[in-house]
């Protein structure tokens, strides 16, 4: 009888130690997930700026121009924004980021699988030109021009925001991923998925170095931005943030310490 008791009490334990365990895998599941499908969509952009640094050599355009001096080398907020206006139909000011998710960069989709347009505005898409007087290749830097903060960042009053945001460069066939999160790192897969060092230790390095550009000649590149949302930084946290993104790029020819 008394080993009958035991043996009942031995099988209740387990049974408690069981249902424990499963309620700890759901709650850890809960809260893996659950910023991907509750973060409301308000996440906009107060400000963007694309900037050259590469002494003249290099310059940038939202179009492709006939001559090497009609491209420039700073574009602003209300330059892209006029242009995903134009082309996708939404405006950046007023139309917030949703968490979505990509496997190249291309094709975007929320977390049922249901597939996202480019003109929802749920994340970004635009083109840019790049051409340089000389073959160069060029690389993304967090590091500061000479007389101003102008350095790859991204900003915003809620820390994680930054971490959580993926920014794409496509061309040629071939995708660079700058993730923030990452620090002096490249990971290559599908894609090529890099961070920088902060500005003050930025080095260029075949790490953040993106495509090559030869003499006069106009290359297109497709920019994706968007919430990664499969992302731990991807949080209910996020709910009204706005954000800023400066991207810096600089050109540089082959014989980089790299």
Known sequence: MEKSRDTNKKIRNRLTITILLILVALVALTAATAAWFTIA????VQTMN?????????RIDLYKRRNFED????????????????????????TPLRPVTTANASAFTYKNGRPVSPT??????FTLHFIADKDLT????????????????????????????????????????????LG????????????????????????????????YEDKEVTVHIWLEGTDEKCTDDLKGADYSIKLR???MDERYAG
Do not use: C
């Open 41 to 44: 969509d308000h996440a906009r």
């Open 50 to 58: 694309l900037e050259i640094e590469s002494g003249k050599e290099l």
């Open 71 to 94: 491209y420039v080398r700073t574009l602003s907020f209300r330059d892209i924004d006029g242009k995903i206006q134009g082309e996708k139909g939404f405006s950046m000011a007023t």
């Open 120 to 125: 929802s505005g749920a994340y970004l898409e």
């Open 138 to 181: 060029v690389h993304l830097t967090s590091a500061n021009g000479e007389t101003h903060r102008d350095g790859t960042e991204i900003t915003s009053k809620i820390a994680g925001l930054p971490q959580a945001m993926r920014i794409s460069f496509t061309t040629d066939g071939q995708t660079w991923v700058y993730d923030p999160g």
């Open 184 to 215: 002096d790192t490249r990971q290559q897969g599908n894609l090529t998925t890099f961070g920088l060092r902060d500005r003050r230790n930025m080095k260029l390095s075949k790490n953040n170095s993106l495509f090559r550009l030869k003499a």
């Open 249 to 251: 790029f600089v050109g």
